[in-house]
């Protein structure tokens, strides 16, 4: 057996670990689990919606303890300041008792953090933040501080309460690898909720994977090739969100403002990849890139005052767009 | 990227490569079955269509109608399946779809010619992925081979189609007069056959081919009808080929007859020739038996010299010139005696080839040539030989002219010219000459037996008297040209019609176009009858794309006038169609003979007699 097959087939015996592990906390949600597995595999940040109570920020708190990484929560409110989440320099005295300015890192400095109702701090704290995110380093007092690989951000939002609150906004959001929404549970899911939760015996994690490992994995999803057809199908599908596009179905050149920035291309075909790694494939499937389009593309895809107005779901454009890339470049030969 | 450019030597054939080019194969087959299947159904269907558009007379009839729809239906349908090209990618991409291979056959295929993916560390695991998925595919599954159900449309269509054309042919459904008619054909079969038969057994007997030949055509011809192959229109047209066929030999053997007459002066020719020949051969002998009379008598006795009173000196002399001159003497016997000798043998040759020609014999022409050819390159060496075999072949150059073998002929005279100056020329120059004295022979014989007399005398009358029985006993008139079927026979119409009756062709005169009945341009349509044989007469047409060369006389009856009086048209056929076998010499002096005898009879203005006589004067000229 190659090192190639080993690898790729401990990866998915891992990534099954630990969807497992989390499986025994997390009820449900499968489609979240596994989307914010992707994102820490990737080193992209997730943003999860749903309403409150939904497990959200217990599923952050599984998943960090799962790979044994350092774990820190953000609880964002209107009066959060950019120097409480990156952290500040404060005036110390030393023991030898001189004074001293000394760096107090905020809990951004962590593995992964859960950037709680993201949207209810103000544009200047969220910005702080999402600098943060992209760059992985942060700047206070004119250094530069590196944060610590593998940075994961998994920021919540609740859709329901728009009071007072301040949505992100377009270039902010094209930061995040996916967007992920949390659904209620369902009679089953419940069920099982209420067992685990109102019973004498609390379910725990063990972790199963370190940061390391996840470093080489990513590595490791890097190389997947994907195949020039395949290729062509996730930029037809980036592209044909642009309703300026003469390409683009009815419905974009209808509901959409503006389309998936070539950030969209790059985390659609980055997340393929690893999904292929945990089919336990060797190249990317369209099948990748359809199953990864509405979390990579919902949060890219702003729709104008016609598609606000018509209540038109993101995802229903992009199933649409889905449809309409597979014919125009299916194969036909009369048989 | 094509699937053989995939297969080339640095891959070796692989579970994948063979499973695409299966695939490959399939799609193909699939495509054919489709696709040609489509074509058909179209084609066969518009072939129904132009069928019964046929049957309305809305459109000529002809089996390129029926056929060709089909056949460029199959054609287009087939390329349209075949022609595409497909790539392996593309094969590899539709196989994984239907398949569910989750593009591993595409990504191994599009990879494998990307280097830097190639290189990957992942290619390998993934081509053995590929490879190891591709081992499973049921190709049969994938792309079943289904027959469509345009190919059964077709098959209805086609069915539809042999139906319509066969079934009326078919001895159920024929009418009354059909069975009559088929039945007539029958009998005319049978009686061709039997009459076939014979002429063919004599044939053989007295080896007469050009009888044999025809015969045998015909015998097939009657088998055919004998057995219902041919309905009476198609037997007419069978019989009318034949027979013109027939005429077209019999025509030749007219021209052989002058032939063999300029054959017969040729040979007298040659024969006055080789009257000078022989005087010159006696007088040869006459010299030469001189020489030997001078020889006995001037060596005898030389004592005579002595009795002369001469001197002894002068006696030895005389003895030494005299001995010299015997031994000159000697010499020109002996010369004398071989060019006597070659001119025999040339007499011997022009002979042979006099009677050659007299008895139209090319093979002993061939012979005779052939002696020649080896007399004169034999007499190459001696000037004198070779000027008299020049002139010798001079002759015989003009006989052959005059013979008709203008080539033969030619070349001959041209050796000829160059064995008479045979002693100018160089050693190349000889030997070109002797190489072509060497191929005489074979030309001659080549020209004879294309040009000349191929039939014998008796193979002729043979062949006469087989078409004149089968003109005789024929119930549809066919037979020689001016017996019927051609112009100058029997009335209009009469043989072409069966039965020896004259056809009317309108039985409603007020509702039919005269006109229409000839009208057989490209564009016009042919026009309606009401009579059984008009329509027969229109079908004759018909079959012709173009005007016919050898439409027979007829008549078409037109309208009645208020007066009662019918008008009518009378046409004349091709005369060119038929040719008689008259030769046309003969008829120009016939003819002329009449006239002359007109002209004597002062029914002609006196002015305008020297212009008739010119007049004739110049069609015997053109005659020659």
């Known amino acids: 057996?190659?090192?190639?097959?080993?690898?790729?087939?401990?990866?998915?015996?891992?990534?099954?670990?630990?969807?497992?592990?989390?499986?025994?906390?997390?009820?449900?949600?499968?489609?979240?689990?596994?989307?914010?597995?992707?994102?820490?595999?990737?080193?992209?940040?997730?943003?999860?919606?749903?309403?409150?109570?939904?497990?959200?920020?217990?599923?952050?708190?599984?998943?960090?303890e799962t790979v044994r990484l350092k774990f820190n929560r953000i609880?964002?409110?209107?009066?959060?300041?950019?120097?409480?989440?990156?952290?500040?320099?404060?005036?110390?005295?030393?023991?030898?008792?001189?004074?001293?300015?000394?760096?107090?890192?905020?809990?951004?400095?962590?593995?992964?953090?859960?950037?709680?109702?993201?949207?209810?701090?103000?544009?200047?704290?969220?910005s702080a933040l999402l600098e943060a995110?992209?760059?992985?380093?942060?700047?206070?007092?004119?250094?530069?501080?590196?944060?610590?690989?593998?940075?994961?951000?998994?920021?919540?939002?609740?859709?329901?309460?728009?009071?007072?609150?301040?949505?992100?906004?377009?270039a902010q959001l094209d930061r995040f690898l996916f967007k992920l929404l949390v659904y209620p549970p369902n009679f089953e899911e419940l069920s099982a909720i209420v067992d685990r939760t109102t019973g004498e015996k609390t379910e725990t994690v063990r972790p199963v994977l370190d940061g390391p490992t996840i470093l080489q994995w990513r590595q490791l999803a890097r190389a997947v090739p994907i195949a020039p057809n395949v290729q062509e199908f996730a930029l037809r599908l980036i592209l044909g969100t642009h309703p300026s596009n003469d390409e683009a179905p009815s419905m974009v050149k209808q509901f959409v403002r503006f389309g998936s920035s070539p950030r969209g291309a790059q985390a659609?075909?980055?997340?393929?990849?690893?999904?292929?790694?945990?089919k336990g494939r060797y190249n990317v499937a369209i099948?990748?890139?359809?199953?990864?389009?509405?979390?990579?593309?919902?949060?890219?895809?702003?729709?104008?005052?016609?598609?606000?107005?018509?209540?038109?779901?993101?995802?229903?454009?992009?199933?649409?767009?889905?449809?309409?890339t597979q014919e125009a470049l299916k194969i036909s030969v009369g048989v | 990227m094509s699937l053989q450019a995939n297969l080339s030597p640095s891959y070796a054939p692989s579970a994948l490569h063979v499973l695409l080019r299966k695939a490959t194969w399939r799609i193909r087959a699939a495509r054919l079955l489709r696709f040609g299947s489509t074509g058909l159904c179209i084609g066969s269907w518009l072939a129904l269509l132009f069928l019964g558009a046929g049957k309305l007379r809305l459109l000529p009839p002809s089996p390129w109608m029926e056929l060709g729809p089909i056949l460029l239906g199959l054609l287009i349908g087939t390329a349209f399946a075949l022609l595409p090209r497909l790539s392996a990618l593309t094969v590899a991409r539709l196989t994984e779809q239907r398949a569910d291979l989750k593009e591993r056959l595409s990504s191994a295929i599009a990879l494998e010619t990307t280097e830097s993916a190639s290189s990957s560390p992942f290619y390998p695991a993934l081509r053995a992925d590929a490879e190891r998925h591709a081992a499973d595919v049921n190709l049969k599954a994938i792309y079943p081979l289904r027959i469509p159900r345009t190919f059964w449309l077709s098959l209805l269509a086609l069915a539809l189609l042999a139906g319509v054309t066969l079934l009326p042919s078919l001895p159920l459904f024929w009418s009354k007069e059909k069975k009559a008619e088929?039945?007539?054909?029958?009998?005319?079969?049978?009686?061709?056959?039997?009459?076939?038969?014979?002429?063919?057994?004599?044939?053989?007997?007295?080896?007469?081919?050009?009888?044999?030949?025809?015969?045998?055509?015909?015998?097939?011809?009657?088998?055919?009808?004998?057995?219902?192959?041919?309905?009476?229109?198609?037997?007419?047209?069978?019989?009318?080929?034949?027979?013109?066929?027939?005429?077209?030999?019999?025509?030749?053997?007219?021209?052989?007859?002058?032939?063999?007459?300029?054959?017969?002066?040729?040979?007298?020719?040659?024969?006055?020739?080789?009257?000078?020949?022989?005087?010159?051969?006696?007088?040869?002998?006459?010299?030469?038996?001189?020489?030997?009379?001078?020889?006995?008598?001037?060596?005898?006795?030389?004592?005579?010299?002595?009795?002369?009173?001469?001197?002894?000196?002068?006696?030895?002399g005389v003895q030494k010139n005299s001995s010299a001159a015997l031994k000159k003497n000697a010499e020109q016997m002996q010369q004398l005696k071989k060019e006597l000798a070659s001119l025999q043998k040339m007499q011997k040759a022009l002979l042979a080839m006099q009677q050659a020609l007299q008895a139209q014999n090319s093979e002993a022409m061939q012979q005779a040539m052939q002696q020649l050819s080896q007399l004169a390159q034999q007499s190459m060496g001696n000037p004198q030989l070779a000027q008299q075999m020049g002139q010798q072949l001079q002759s015989l150059a003009q006989a052959l002219q005059q013979a008709g073998l203008n080539r033969t002929a030619q070349q001959l005279a041209q050796i000829a010219k160059m064995l008479q100056n045979s002693q100018?020329?160089?050693?190349?120059?000889?030997?070109?000459?002797?190489?072509?004295?060497?191929?005489?022979?074979?030309?001659?014989?080549?020209?004879?037996?294309?040009?000349?007399?191929?039939?014998?005398?008796?193979?002729?009358?043979?062949?006469?008297?087989?078409?004149?029985?089968?003109?005789?006993?024929?119930?549809?008139?066919?037979?020689?040209?001016?017996?019927?079927?051609?112009?100058?026979?029997?009335?209009?119409?009469?043989?072409?019609?069966?039965?020896?009756?004259?056809?009317?062709?309108?039985?409603?005169?007020?509702?039919?176009?005269?006109?229409?009945?000839?009208?057989?341009?490209?564009?016009?349509?042919?026009?309606?009858?009401?009579?059984?044989?008009?329509?027969?007469?229109?079908?004759?047409?018909?079959?012709?794309?173009?005007?016919?060369?050898?439409?027979?006389?007829?008549?078409?009856?037109?309208?009645?006038?208020?007066?009662?009086?019918?008008?009518?048209?009378?046409?004349?056929?091709?005369?060119?169609?038929?040719?008689?076998?008259?030769?046309?010499?003969?008829?120009?002096?016939?003819?002329?003979?009449?006239?002359?005898?007109?002209?004597?009879?002062?029914?002609?203005?006196?002015?305008?007699?020297?212009?008739?006589?010119?007049?004739?004067?110049?069609?015997?000229?053109?005659?020659?």
């Open chain 1, 133 to 170: 995110m992209q760059e992985r380093s942060v700047t206070v007092g004119g250094v530069v501080h590196k944060l610590e690989e593998p940075f994961l951000v998994l920021a919540t939002q609740n859709p329901i309460e728009m009071e007072g609150t301040y949505p992100l906004p377009e």
């Open chain 1, 1 to 64: 057996m190659s090192d190639i097959t080993q690898q790729v087939e401990q990866f998915q015996r891992a990534f099954d670990e630990i969807r497992t592990e989390i499986g025994r906390v997390i009820v449900g949600n499968k489609e979240i689990v596994e989307g914010a597995l992707v994102c820490l595999f990737m080193g992209g940040h997730a943003l999860l919606e749903g309403v409150p109570g939904l497990g959200k920020t217990l599923l952050v708190r599984t998943l960090a």
């Open chain 2, 182 to 316: 088929m039945s007539e054909v029958k009998k005319e079969g049978i009686r061709i056959v039997r009459l076939a038969q014979q002429a063919e057994k004599e044939a053989t007997k007295k080896h007469l081919p050009m009888t044999k030949q025809a015969a045998e055509e015909l015998k097939k011809l009657g088998i055919k009808m004998r057995e219902g192959k041919l309905d009476k229109v198609h037997a007419m047209v069978a019989m009318h080929k034949l027979t013109q066929k027939l005429a077209e030999q019999q025509r030749q053997q007219a021209a052989q007859k002058k032939n063999a007459a300029q054959a017969q002066q040729a040979a007298q020719q040659l024969k006055q020739s080789l009257q000078k020949l022989d005087q010159q051969l006696q007088q040869r002998r006459q010299a030469l038996q001189q020489m030997a009379a001078n020889q006995q008598v001037k060596p005898t006795n030389p004592n005579n010299a002595l009795r002369n009173g001469q001197p002894n000196h002068q006696q030895k």
């Open chain 1, 287 to 324: 099948e990748d890139i359809v199953e990864i389009a509405k979390p990579a593309l919902r949060h890219r895809i702003l729709l104008n005052f016609e598609g606000q107005a018509e209540g038109i779901a993101p995802d229903s454009i992009i199933d649409e767009l889905i449809a309409h």
């Open chain 2, 424 to 624: 100018n020329l160089n050693s190349d120059q000889l030997a070109f000459l002797k190489k072509l004295l060497g191929q005489i022979p074979g030309m001659c014989f080549g020209e004879c037996t294309g040009a000349w007399w191929q039939i014998s005398p008796l193979d002729q009358e043979a062949l006469l008297s087989l078409l004149a029985a089968c003109r005789n006993g024929s119930r549809f008139g066919i037979g020689l040209p001016g017996f019927g079927l051609f112009p100058g026979g029997s009335p209009s119409g009469a043989a072409l019609f069966g039965s020896h009756k004259h056809f009317s062709a309108m039985k409603d005169p007020g509702k039919t176009k005269a006109h229409l009945l000839i009208a057989n341009s490209k564009g016009s349509k042919v026009g309606q009858g009401k009579a059984g044989s008009l329509q027969e007469f229109i079908h004759y047409l018909a079959m012709h794309p173009h005007t016919p060369s050898h439409a027979p006389n007829g008549m078409i009856l037109g309208t009645r006038t208020q007066k009662g009086n019918e008008l009518s048209i009378q046409f004349l056929g091709d005369p060119d169609g038929a040719s008689a076998a008259t030769p046309y010499y003969q008829a120009v002096i016939t003819s002329q003979r009449q006239a002359e005898s007109v002209l004597n009879q002062e029914h002609v203005p006196v002015t305008l007699r020297q212009q008739v006589r010119a007049y004739f004067d110049t069609l015997h000229g053109e005659g020659k």
């Open chain 1, 75 to 126: 609880q964002f409110t209107p009066d959060l300041m950019p120097a409480d989440i990156t952290g500040t320099t404060i005036l110390s005295e030393t023991p030898d008792g001189k004074r001293e300015f000394r760096f107090q890192p905020g809990p951004v400095f962590a593995n992964v953090l859960l950037a709680d109702e993201i949207n209810r701090a103000t544009p200047k704290t969220q």
């Open chain 1, 268 to 278: 659609l075909i980055l997340a393929s990849k690893i999904r292929a790694l945990t």
